[in-house]
């Protein structure tokens, strides 16, 4: 997989916009990565001189690059753009090519059941690039990464940069498949022996297994975990046993043989998910 040479992070100087600088710099320590950072002003019909919208984030933008600086992080040239957020920043990250979008979640109460901003949620859903959500009340820490497959490419990506994560921050991973009871699958179809059940759980088995010999978890402490249920929800429940600080997930695809559109599950988990996560699409 490729390296993570170039970031960049989008910041609203919100208070979720500062757990994303601080990973963005954590993240940029221990690759060696480039942050190019982005302030996007929303176009408006105000008379309101542009210039003088500018004068704020410029200065704020200033004092953060200089602050990247004595990190010993390698920072390009703050950008304001003007427009629509998610869009402004989803085309500088392509012009730029980075290799992920670093962003707060929004200004959401902790109570919330939905975690996530307008800006974070729309870049999750139209973004090629993968998308890092910093969430607010979680340090930066990487210590215990959760990642969900379902066995398709967007996973196989998913898992990839799970690993190299994991490696690199010397994190514990655990890798999550989870799938529904035969019965809730085909009860309209047919009587459901135990005998049905135990061949429909030792084939999940034997799918995981081989999706996983396909990566190197060489000298990485992981184990693989096989749940049972709806997936959103075992995830989430998961999520909230073990405390994870970063969830990577695929974006599509599907789940096997429990045919549940993967991109609605991780719709689900990224808007409700306690902790930080990713999201990988295309690479």
């Known amino acids: 997989m490729k390296p993570i040479d170039k970031i960049l992070l989008a ?28 302030h996007v002003i929303p176009l408006t019909d105000s008379s309101f001189p542009l210039h003088q919208l500018k004068k704020m984030p410029e200065q704020r ?10 990190k010993g992080v390698q920072v390009t040239k703050p ?23 670093i962003i707060g979640s929004g200004e959401k109460k902790k109570t919330d059941v939905f975690q996530l901003g307008i800006t974070a949620e729309r870049l999750i859903r139209r973004s090629p690039k993968p998308v890092w959500v910093a969430k ?31 490696q690199n921050f010397s994190a514990e991973l655990t890798v999550l498949s989870v799938t529904k009871d035969i019965e809730s699958l085909y009860s309209d179809i047919y009587h459901v022996l135990p005998e049905d059940q135990e061949q429909f759980e030792e084939k ?20 693989k975990l096989i749940k049972k249920g709806q997936p959103a929800r075992e995830i989430m429940k998961i999520c909230d046993e073990e405390n994870f600080d970063l969830i ?21 988990v990224t808007r409700e998910v306690p902790c930080s996560f990713i999201t990988v699409r295309e690479e």
């Not at 607010?136 to 690993?163: D, H, T």
């Not at 996983?212 to 402490?221: I, S």
């Open 11 to 38: 910041t609203d100087f919100s208070p979720s916009s500062k757990e994303a600088v601080q990973t963005a710099i954590s993240v940029a320590q221990k690759y060696y990565s480039e942050i190019s950072m982005i």
């Open 61 to 70: 933008l200033n004092v953060l690059y200089e602050t990247l600086q004595k």
């Open 79 to 101: 950008i304001i753009a003007v427009g629509t957020p998610y869009y402004e920043i989803n085309q500088v990250a392509l012009d730029k090519d980075v290799n992920v979008i």
């Open 136 to 166: 607010r009340y979680k340090e930066p820490l990487l210590e215990k990464i959760l990642c969900p497959v379902e066995y398709s490419e967007s996973s196989g990506r998913a898992l990839k940069n799970a690993i190299n994560l994991a």
């Open 204 to 223: 999940r088995q034997a799918e995981f297994d081989e999706f996983l010999n396909h990566f190197n978890f060489y000298k990485l402490d992981w184990k």
């Open 248 to 268: 990577v997930m695929g974006s599509v695809g599907k789940t096997g043989l429990s045919k549940v559109n993967f991109g609605s599950v991780a719709a689900k």
